[in-house]
């Protein structure tokens, strides 16, 4: 009887033949710290770019000046000179290069309706690059403050 019960209280002490129940995570912990180390070291060198410097943001209104040419294009595509409605593009190329001849040569400001489809809009860009207008922008609303 005692040899059966130094067999039964070997295999409980010793737990050999039992399934383990516990994840060792020790290994688990040591991976993600490598990884999290080759993360640090790697990023700085990966964010590096080409030097170019960049245009700084200037938050200050237009000044409109009487030479300036306003043009408008509607949510229709229907584009204006100066409040006034002009029949098609070629109407548009023929006054744009009348103003692209003057000195000192007049800045484009183009307002566009905010359903206005980009290719009225485009339209418009691409008739001032045919007349030869150096200048060109673009007039909104401004936005909420801070936000």
């Known amino acids: 009887m005692s040899s059966a ?19 060792n ?4 912990v040591d991976v993600m710290l490598v990884l999290l180390i080759v993360f640090m070291i790697t990023v700085p060198v990966i964010t590096q ?3 170019v410097n960049l245009p700084q943001v200037r938050n200050q209104a237009t000044e ?14 229907q584009v204006f000179w100066n409040q006034g409605l002009l029949p ?7 006054r744009l290069k009348n103003s692209a001849q003057m000195v000192p040569q007049p800045e484009l400001h183009i ?3 905010q359903q206005t489809r980009y290719e009225f809009v485009g339209r418009v860009i691409l008739d001032a690059q ?13 936005g909420a403050v801070g936000g």
């Not at 019960?5 to 994840?23: C, T, V, W, Y």
């Open 25 to 28: 995570t020790t290994p688990l």
């Open 49 to 51: 770019t080409v030097p």
């Open 64 to 77: 409109t000046k009487p030479e300036n040419i306003n043009i408008s294009v509607n949510k229709e595509g």
């Open 111 to 113: 307002r566009a309706d």
């Open 130 to 142: 045919r007349a030869g207008i150096q200048k060109v922008g673009f007039i909104t609303e401004p």
């Open 88 to 94: 098609d593009n070629n109407a548009l190329l023929e």
């Open 5 to 23: 019960f130094l067999e039964m209280n070997a295999s409980e002490g010793a737990g050999g033949d039992r399934p383990m129940n516990d994840i």
